[in-house]
Structure formats: C-alpha cells, structure tokens
C-alpha cells in the first residue's frame, strides 16, 4: 500500500462545530509510504478517533478514506484482517495489551499471526528498550511506561506500510524516548513504511517530513 488519503474527513461528533481549525479535519490529507509525519493535537481533538478510522475499529466520520484508492467503507472482514497483519500497524494510546501474560507473551501472541520476527531479535529489542529483566513478567506488575515498550514491540512484529503510534512515549524519559524512537524508525525504514506519529504535547524528535496540527 503506497498511500492513505483523507478527503474532508470529519468526525461525526465535531459536525456541528463551525469554528474548527484544523489541518486535517476537513482537508485533503495524504499520508505517503516511506515519510514520517507528527500529528500535534489539543486533547480531545480526535486524534486516537482517525487512528481508529483508519484502523477500521470505527466509521463514524463524514468523507472519505481511501487506500490506494479505494474508500475503506467498502472493505469487508477479510480485508481488514489483511490489511492489519500485512499493511498497518497501531500502537494504541491505550495500549491494549493482556495484562494476565508475560510481557514477552504480550509480545509473541502477535508474531504469532506472520512469524515474521525470530525470539532472538525480540529479545534484542527488550535489552535495547532496558527492559530485559522483565521478558516473564506478569504485564499487569510492570509500569504503564515499561508497557509501553511492549506495546511498541508488539507494533512492529509484522509486515507494515504504515505504522500509527497514539503518544507513544506519554510515560518516558528522554533517553528510553530515544531509544524507543530508533527502534521504529530503523525498522520502519527497512520496511519502506511511513511512521505517523501523534502527540499532546510530548514527542518523539524525528525528522519529520511533515507536521500537522489536529
């Protein structure tokens, strides 16, 4: 997939609003494979709803979504099921991991789907992310910042396109930020995928090629 395109996208919610400013909402938005980009938003203005859209968790918008093309509100169950283990990748805000597992469990339970990373380079990741004395940990004993880098990993254990990461770094420290932040991008990079990321406030320092304010 080489590109996702907003056409005046609006969600249902927002309609009555006649003074929004946004440069997303409502706007010809397009999103290319292999670019990075930084959505900046206010809380509560929609962010984690067009991680949702484009995800396909939720259609309550006005316009139009399209990958390569083709509007999303005509793809059916298989398709999303495709699309979601080859195509796009979210690391939600909410994270949405299984708090009863391991956070290396949490981990494979997605690799699982594609095989598409071995233990070992995984394990790699949780020393890089300084969580290695946590791999048979009990997810619901670590902090929501230890979390984090899970879910982050659990993200990037498939093929992707694009990859939507919902504040990922809200309950990091600059160096964890950083080294978090390498992780996706180098692995985003060989894969060729566009990284959007969203943020509050707080964000990851890339070089973004381009910055939206929500």
């Known amino acids: 997939m080489q590109e996702i395109r907003l056409s005046h996208t609006l969600p249902e919610v927002f309609a009555m609003h006649d003074d929004l400013q946004s440069e997303v909402?409502?706007?010809d938005v397009t999103?290319?494979?292999?670019?990075?980009?930084?959505?900046?938003a206010s809380s509560g203005t929609?962010?984690?709803?067009?991680?949702?859209?484009?995800?396909?968790?939720r259609s309550d918008y006005q316009g139009i979504i399209t990958f390569d093309g083709q509007n999303i509100r005509r793809l059916g169950v298989g398709d999303w099921t495709r699309l979601r283990q080859r195509h796009i990748s979210l690391m939600f805000q909410e994270l949405r991991l299984f708090p009863e597992l391991t956070a290396l469990e949490n981990v494979l339970i997605k690799?699982?789907?594609?095989?598409f990373k071995?233990?070992?380079?995984?394990?790699?990741?949780?020393?890089?992310?300084?969580i290695s004395d946590k791999v048979n940990s009990p997810l619901r004993l670590m902090s929501f910042g230890q979390?984090?880098?899970?879910?982050?990993?659990?993200?990037?254990v498939q093929p992707f396109d694009f990859l939507f990461v919902d504040e990922p770094i809200s309950?990091?420290?600059?160096?964890?930020?950083?080294?978090?932040?390498?992780?996706m991008m180098e692995e985003a990079t060989r894969q060729g995928a566009a990284v959007v990321v969203t943020s509050?406030?707080?964000h990851m320092e890339l070089h973004y090629d381009q910055i939206l304010h929500l």
């Open 46 to 57: 929609g962010k984690s709803s067009l991680c949702s859209f484009i995800y396909g968790f």
């Open 118 to 130: 071995n233990k070992k380079a995984i394990l790699q990741w949780f020393d890089e992310l300084g």
């Open 171 to 183: 309950h990091l420290d600059d160096q964890n930020s950083r080294s978090m932040a390498d992780i």
């Open 111 to 115: 690799n699982r789907l594609t095989g």
């Open 25 to 27: 909402w409502q706007q």
């Open 147 to 156: 979390q984090q880098r899970v879910a982050m990993m659990r993200s990037l």
């Open 31 to 40: 999103f290319l494979r292999g670019k990075t980009y930084l959505l900046e």
């Open 200 to 202: 509050i406030g707080k």
